[in-house]
């Protein structure tokens, strides 16, 4: 029969052995198929392939699940507490209505899961990657990373993933936050925020370039929001409408007051007349070279409308 001690002692060595062949990628994980108290035992193995585990309706607390491999896990109302599932990989995980409370996530690959009415408070999520999972914009933004680079990448990341299910909603979430991230990020680089900037922006050429790309930003965002505020349209048009009808005032009568608040109004029909291109207002309004502005602006309007419609078109 053999002394039970020795075979507890050849067992747990020979799964530690395994263990580090499956680090090391020279044998593929063991599989095992479990549920209820069985999760317990079996993510406690590193290098598991763990199959149809379920802790539904269940509380996981201060576990250490790194470097798993879960398929078709099933968590749904579950609650997990202070979790490490660093560097794990879920395929077709269901975590309907399950909370994650403080929970970590770094590098962590999502595939095809499921966390529609999940709650996520105070998860870490660097560097973790979503494809065609069911997430909303609202559980996973507050547990994004406060790293404006880190964060942009992650939020591309579930732009895209919200692309591939036609989510058009979570789609401009996504890329709203996306410009806040890019902004900040400009912002820190050119400022030099932390070491990590100062290292990857030392010279005045680096900070050159990052300027011309924070006014390239501040532009699109004051002219059309990006694409993603059509509002804005709107908005900018009107302001350099007023602008120019203000330059045109002086070209009807240089010696009129500023107070006159309806010729002021006159003018300002007569530059919209020109801006949309109604009867000979060109001929008859203000000077020349700011009608030939305006006309300009009127056709890049008309771009960024047709951009704007078609973006709004793709997501749909």
Partial sequence: MGDPDTH???KSLSQRWDNAMCRLGLRAPRQKACG??????AA????VRIKRATTARETVENRDLRYRQFDDFNGAESTFKSCNFSFSIFSRAYFHNAKFENCSFIGCRFSECNFRGAEIYSCDFKYARFQNCLIESRDIIPSLPPEPNLRRELLQNLRVNAIQLGSTDEVRAYTLEEISA???HYKRALFGYDRYYQRKYPTSLDKIIVLIKLISH???GFFWGHGERPFKLLLSVIILLILASFVNWFSYEPDSSLGDIFYGGSIFLQTLNVFLGIGDAFDQAGYKLVNYAIVLMRYVYI????????????YR
């Avoid at 209820?36 to 035992?41: K, L, R």
């Avoid at 406690?44 to 290098?47: F, K, R, T």
């Fill in 182 to 184: 890019e902004l900040e």
């Fill in 218 to 220: 501040a532009i699109s």
């Fill in 303 to 314: 771009g960024l409308l047709v951009t704007v419609a078609m973006r709004s078109i793709t």
């Fill in 44 to 47: 406690d193995e590193l290098g």
């Fill in 36 to 41: 209820g108290f069985e999760f317990q035992e």
């Fill in 8 to 10: 507890v002692g050849l």
